[in-house]
């Protein structure tokens, strides 16, 4: 399988000289599994240039959103292939039961916050009923969780053979209230992924305002890649003021982290134009091959990455 990253932000766009580097747009993450499937999580502002991408290869796509806050769906109106005539779009929206009426991705073009109506649309794009029959019929492992975040929503499970991904976004692991989902039923959810992708937007100095917003500290994130067994760590939806040098900072201390611990997880902080290979051979450990162009022009502390 192999992951690549459009949009790594939290919240709202952020574009300007301070988060060039790892990048402004909002979530939007692309898995391509070996037998061609395709996988998209989140439609945040990355859609677009994933969109510029995707127009090029004629296959169906798969939209699975983690829930309908702004940063994750509005990049959809955007989206080249909802504008060609011969695509499938199947959308995963993953609300919690009874919360259909909030779904908003497809509702925003509604010729009011949009001016077009997505009923008009070319491409064929629709909502899946059931998620999970709908890829029962697939060659993977399909599964998710609730997420612990204000309005609900649901994290995905991957397995393609001994490949994992897990994308787990945006969730709060200790939140005030009781949780959807324990943090020993994150372990669990995320045990043995090769790569596990987690919001990690807030540091201590955010708290305790920002207890109860729905979104994990990179500390806690931490603690359950290394109970997880997890491969590769990529630290996720970025605060939408937390400048480059800062998201480095962040990297380096957690590098520090997993070496005192002795662990093997690795642990990137996602940018714009990160891809993971993920590898497997017969008994064998899994190999991830990380790469991805990043911008140039800006000066971050040596070994930074
Ligand atoms: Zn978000
Ligand atoms: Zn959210």
Redesign the pocket.
Same mark, same amino acid.
């Given at each position: 399988m192999r992951i690549s990253f459009y949009g790594v932000r939290g919240s709202v766009p952020s574009p300007g000289p301070a988060t060039a580097h790892f990048g402004g747009n909002t979530s939007c993450v692309l898995l391509e599994l070996a037998d061609g499937t395709v996988l998209i999580f989140d439609a945040g502002t990355g859609l677009r240039p994933l969109g510029q991408h995707l127009s090029e290869i004629a296959k169906p796509l798969h939209l699975l959103l983690t #829930?309908s #806050?702004w +940063? #994750?769906i509005q990049g959809l109106p955007f989206f080249a292939p909802i504008y060609q005539p011969d695509r499938e779009i199947h959308i995963c929206r993953s609300l919690p039961e009874g919360d259909a009426a909030f779904a908003g991705v497809l509702e925003q073009m509604n010729g009011h916050n949009h001016p077009l109506e997505h009923g008009t649309l070319p491409a064929a794009v629709g909502y899946m009923d059931d998620p999970l029959s709908f890829f029962a019929t697939f060659g993977f492992g399909f599964s998710r969780k609730l997420l612990n #975040?204000? *309005?609900g *929503?649901y994290a995905y499970r991957i397995d393609e053979g001994d490949a994992v991904f897990a994308y787990v976004t +945006?969730n709060e692991l200790d939140p005030p209230q009781v949780p959807a989902t324990t943090f020993g039923e994150w372990v669990d959810f995320c045990g043995g992924a090769d790569v596990l992708v987690h919001d990690a937007q807030y540091v201590e100095a955010d708290m305790p305002m920002k207890h109860g917003w *729905?979104h994990s500290l990179v500390s806690q994130v931490r603690e359950l890649a290394h109970e997880a067994g997890v491969g590769c760590l990529v630290i996720y939806h970025h605060d939408p003021d937390r400048t480059d040098l800062e998201v480095a900072k962040i990297l380096d201390e957690s590098r520090e982290w997993f070496e005192r611990r002795g662990s093997r997880t690795q642990v990137v902080c996602a940018w714009e134009g990160l891809v993971i290979d993920v590898r497997r051979g017969a008994g064998q450990r899994t190999r991830l091959d990380i790469s991805g162009l990043r911008p140039s022009g800006l000066v971050l502390p040596e070994g930074t990455f």
């Open positions: #829930h #806050h +940063d #994750h #975040h204000p *309005g *929503g +945006d *729905g």
